[in-house]
């Protein structure tokens, strides 16, 4: 692929707006990681090994571990090209996520470290997660990013989402901050990891302050807040969307990509959460039970919210959502980062590419297949759309 070529011309010259949106979920980034490298190497086939996700999605999204794997795709090296393709994700994770996430060296006191640590401060210190992000993604910042990218976070001074978009710089400058301070903010999820302060300063030399925690308490599946981006976008004017001025969902091409739960386990129940106290909400059934159900509750809003739009407009093949409800045990924790329990998730991410298209039942919330192929020819018919979209701008823009 040509240089000049990488770059994706905006949807006024073509006849789809592109999303990619991914959840968040701590260690579980693993599996939209092994996903992505899935839908990568598939475009590669199209279109050269020199493709990259980026090249693709006017917007990606991403929450928590999400927004981590967003700043990855999306964060130019010195040659102008994502510093990460997608197939060094899984490797990222599997590298790193130990010493972020270092475990207890005798299990048979594991427990008892979790309730010490939830009364005495957040299980994880953040250290080596600070450490490594800042060394990867250096000085850059978000103006700066290959594609537009959506990463909510959650001000716990002004208790309101602060949505870190590429779309309000030129309104709020002063979002423009460090992506190793958004990547950071936005994973520093209640409990688990500290909340992260950090300042900007827009081009009046006006100082911005920050005091950020996961942007998982307010939207854990960020693809509604993507859309939401660019219909503000359309509605104001951009003249990346002149052709594209009503809030037509048929013009929309969007994959939402989940990190697993473990919904189908049906591990709390009422009786049992009817005798919690602060610490039975955080360490309960060894998990963070406060922690799950208000990341679980975001997620599914937003794929219900999808479904009902997509299919009552009839163009519910626009919208894919690839989730696992099934993970049990382990690997459905978003922090015993294991060897084991590593690579038992890559196994997860490709095992759900085999897994049948599966889409929420409108009457019972129930995720259940739909009877459209698997995830993998799915994602093959989703590379072969964003190519020719890709195709069609280039050829139709002036600028090409």
Known sequence: MEASKSTLQPPTYGNLITILSIDGGGIRGIIPGTILTFLESELQKLDGEEARIADYFDVIAGTSTGGLVTAMLTTPNEKKRPMFAAKDIKEFYLNHCPKIFPQPSFQLFSHASKVVKALLG?????????????????????????????????????????????????????????????????????SYLPAHYFETKDPTGRMQEFNLIDGGVAANNPTLVAIGEVTKEMIKGNADFLTLKSLDYSRFLVISLGTGSAKNQMKYTATEAAKWNLVGWLTAGGSTPLVDVFTQASADMVDLHLSVVFQAHQFERNYLRIQDDTLSGNISSVDIATKKNLDDLVKVGEGLLKKPVSRVNLETGIFEPCNQGTNEEALKMFAKLLSEEKQLRHARSPHS
Request: proline share 7%.
């Open 122 to 190: 957040p299980k994880y210190d953040g250290k080596y997660l600070h450490r490594i992000v800042r060394d990867i993604l250096g000085d850059k910042k978000l103006n700066q990013t290959l594609t537009n990218v959506v990463i909510p976070t959650f001000d716990i001074k002004r208790l309101q989402p602060t949505i870190f978009s590429s779309y309000k710089l030129k309104k709020h400058p002063s979002l423009d901050g460090f992506l190793s301070d958004i990547c950071i903010a936005t994973s520093a999820a209640p």
